[in-house]
């Protein structure tokens, strides 16, 4: 199963784009990346997800370079509310169901 | 669309007792997920359900049971609490039965304080 490897922590000034990496070397043709993010005790919220092509929503864009081993998730403007834990996932599992693996994520702070 | 909710918000339990988390899932999904959040190990998958069926299950002691019933509702149980057992627990579901794609949405979750 695809490990991703993220930075612990990041820093962002409001109002401006937040960058967040992530590598996933090992990345199957048919597994999927996710981004989930969860702010302090409380669920977490999914973002966006995509499998070869970018994708952008209404939260943030999602760019998956052309070899698949890395991507990065884009908050066009960050907000303090986008303070958070950031997940990049690698869906797991093949067959029958399947599991997000979280691993550690990066602790984004957004500051004033 | 209401999301998924899990009941009771808060428990405080004592080691031995067992104890029982419901989650709801949104309406139409049929897949429910269940995962363990710890300061230490962090957000770690124990099982999914999927029509009544376990289909899959992370890597947790016995003492970890779950199970779904017919209107995708799903309740997990852990037996002979210890006190490594107080955690989040979050609850997920989704809609597609398998394959590709498919978002996994998460409930406020229930933290269980074992003492």
């Known amino acids: 199963d695809a490990k991703t490897t993220q930075p612990p922590s990041m820093d962002c000034a409001e109002g401006r784009a937040a960058n967040l990496p992530c590598n996933h070397s090992?990345?199957?043709?048919?597994?999927?990346v996710y981004w989930y993010r969860q702010i302090h005790s409380q669920g977490p919220q999914y973002i966006i997800h995509?499998?070869?092509n970018n994708e952008t929503n209404e939260m943030a864009s999602l760019i998956i370079t052309e070899d698949r081993k890395s991507s990065t998730l884009i908050l066009p403007h960050a907000t303090l509310r986008d303070t958070a834990v950031y997940y990049c996932?690698?869906?797991?599992?093949?067959?029958?169901?399947?599991?997000?693996?979280f691993g550690k994520g990066t602790s984004l702070l957004v500051t004033p | 669309k209401a999301g998924v909710t899990q009941t009771p918000r808060y428990l405080i339990k004592t080691r031995g007792q067992q104890v029982t988390l419901s989650c709801s899932p949104i309406?139409?999904?049929?897949?429910v997920s269940w995962y363990q959040q710890t300061p230490g190990q962090g957000l770690q998958f124990l099982f999914e359900?999927?029509?009544?069926?376990?289909?899959n299950k992370g890597n947790f002691p016995g003492r970890f049971s779950g199970r779904q019933f017919s209107n995708s509702r799903s309740e997990m149980n852990v037996s002979t609490l210890e006190l490594g057992d107080s955690a989040l627990y979050l609850c997920?579901?989704?809609?597609?039965?398998?394959?590709?794609?498919?978002?996994?949405?998460f409930g406020p979750g229930t933290r269980l304080l074992v003492l």
């Open positions: 997920a579901s989704s809609s597609a039965p398998r394959g590709r794609g498919e978002t996994q949405y």
């Open positions: 090992t990345i199957s043709g048919n597994e999927y």
């Open positions: 995509g499998l070869k």
């Open positions: 996932i690698v869906r797991v599992g093949r067959n029958s169901g399947y599991a997000l693996n």
């Open positions: 309406s139409g999904h049929r897949s």
């Open positions: 359900y999927f029509s009544e069926t376990q289909r």
